[in-house]
């Protein structure tokens, strides 16, 4: 739902006009922009990822292995970006930096290999290298960079795509080279915030109950299986 709405209001410009209605089906006025090759609203620019958000790089997490007698963060890996934590997750101090700290409702991007754009919902961790934190630039809410760069992914496969070559990753110089159309005026992008947020806040919600029905089943099955607990 909330991708489909991002689409009808940033990319195919539909977004609510001063009355109400949608942009460009309303006969808004568009210009055209050299840069992106298409048509954009006259109040919207040529801009690039980094004017609407921050990239975060991980640490070398074996740089920062867990203290004596300190509780450690889990090490977030982009297979814990796939799986959440498990057993097997790596541990890290808690005695890293804050910008590195992922805490639910934080977006990650894997830039090596995997390319990917996930919204964490798996509990605190700390941030492993070749994966990004996003945060806002320039005051642009999370819902709008977080479908602007998960839509530039996809540009980024089909570029390697197209070439028949395996993008291996994804470097700040190809951030700055990124094509977007940004709005002048960010009350449209905050009022998709206010519209989208809570689908968002549902996503995390219903993530953080499966992976505690799941902690749940996995320390209830061993005992079933071995007769210590009977369902009646």
């Given at each position: 739902?909330a991708?489909?709405?991002?689409?009808?209001w940033?990319?195919?410009?539909?977004f609510?006009?001063?009355e109400?209605?949608?942009?460009k089906s309303?006969?808004?006025?568009?210009?055209?922009?050299?840069?992106?090759?298409?048509?954009?609203?006259?109040?919207?620019?040529?801009?690039?990822?980094?004017?609407?958000?921050?990239f975060?790089n991980?640490?070398?997490?074996q740089?920062?292995?867990?203290?004596?007698?300190?509780?450690?963060?889990?090490?977030?890996?982009?297979r814990?970006?796939?799986?959440g934590?498990?057993?097997?997750t790596?541990?890290?101090t808690?005695?890293?930096?804050?910008?590195?700290?992922?805490?639910n409702?934080?977006?990650?991007?894997?830039?090596?290999?995997?390319l990917?754009?996930k919204?964490?919902?798996?509990g605190?961790?700390?941030?492993n290298q070749?994966?990004?934190?996003?945060?806002?630039?320039?005051?642009?809410?999370?819902?709008?960079?977080?479908?602007?760069?998960l839509?530039y992914?996809?540009?980024?496969?089909?570029?390697?795509e197209?070439?028949?070559?395996?993008?291996?990753?994804?470097?700040q110089d190809?951030l700055?080279q990124?094509?977007i159309?940004?709005?002048?005026?960010?009350?449209i992008?905050?009022?998709?915030?206010l519209?989208?947020?809570?689908?968002?806040?549902?996503?995390i919600?219903?993530?953080?109950?499966?992976?505690?029905?799941?902690?749940q089943?996995?320390?209830?099955?061993p005992?079933?299986?071995?007769?210590?607990i009977?369902?009646?």
């Amino acid at each position: 739902m909330a991708k489909r709405l991002y689409d009808y209001w940033f990319v195919q410009f539909d977004f609510p006009n001063e009355e109400g209605k949608p942009y460009k089906s309303s006969g808004g006025k568009m210009k055209w922009d050299n840069k992106l090759n298409r048509n954009i609203p006259k109040d919207w620019h040529c801009g690039n990822l980094f004017e609407i958000a921050a990239f975060t790089n991980g640490l070398a997490c074996q740089k920062y292995r867990p203290q004596k007698g300190e509780k450690p963060l889990p090490v977030i890996k982009i297979r814990e970006m796939h799986d959440g934590i498990t057993s097997d997750t790596e541990k890290i101090t808690s005695n890293i930096p804050e910008k590195v700290k992922v805490y639910n409702g934080d977006v990650l991007f894997s830039w090596s290999a995997s390319l990917e754009v996930k919204l964490w919902a798996y509990g605190l961790g700390g941030l492993n290298q070749h994966i990004f934190k996003v945060t806002s630039a320039n005051d642009f809410p999370k819902s709008f960079y977080y479908f602007q760069l998960l839509d530039y992914v996809d540009v980024f496969k089909k570029v390697a795509e197209a070439r028949k070559t395996t993008m291996g990753h994804i470097t700040q110089d190809h951030l700055q080279q990124s094509t977007i159309a940004v709005p002048d005026n960010k009350n449209i992008t905050d009022k998709f915030e206010l519209m989208v947020s809570p689908i968002f806040k549902q996503l995390i919600r219903l993530q953080e109950e499966i992976s505690s029905l799941t902690k749940q089943r996995d320390e209830l099955l061993p005992l079933l299986m071995n007769g210590q607990i009977t369902i009646e």
